[in-house]
């Protein structure tokens, strides 16, 4: 049975910094696709940045760039998100995703969620 477990995030201020992780158990695959994905009250999950498991590829939304950074661990299956310069509009519940992949970013396999994590950056 896959497991996600995130940890982190938390209250900032504006202009703070705040990371979160996320671990995954039994899940048996070497080829994947970790992603973070944040969700607003009453919208949709939105995502923030993904990276793959192989050659570290990586992606981000175009308002964390250079604000955001995202690496993983392959030996633990883990990944982390680092948020620096966290702006206000940066509140929401954060969500750590895995997915297997045929190589880059080819979806082949089912999602998996981690519980999620508020970020809180208020002033």
């Known amino acids: 049975q896959v497991q996600l477990v995130e940890s982190g995030g938390g209250l900032v201020q504006p202009g703070g910094s705040l990371s979160l992780s996320c671990a995954a158990s039994?899940?048996?695959?070497?080829?994947?696709?970790w992603s973070w994905y944040r969700q607003f009250p009453g919208k949709e999950r939105e995502l923030v940045a993904a990276i793959t498991s192989v050659v570290a590829a990586t992606k981000y939304a175009d308002d964390v760039k250079g604000r955001f950074t995202i690496f993983r661990d392959t030996a633990k299956k883990s990944v982390t998100l680092q948020m620096t310069m966290l702006k206000a509009e940066d509140t929401a519940v954060y969500y750590c995703?895995?997915?297997?992949?045929?190589?880059?970013?080819?979806?082949?396999?089912?999602?998996?969620w981690g519980q999620g994590a508020q970020v809180t950056v208020f002033s």
């Open positions: 039994g899940f048996p695959f070497t080829n994947y696709a």
């Open positions: 995703n895995i997915v297997r992949t045929s190589g880059d970013w080819l979806k082949i396999g089912e999602d998996y």
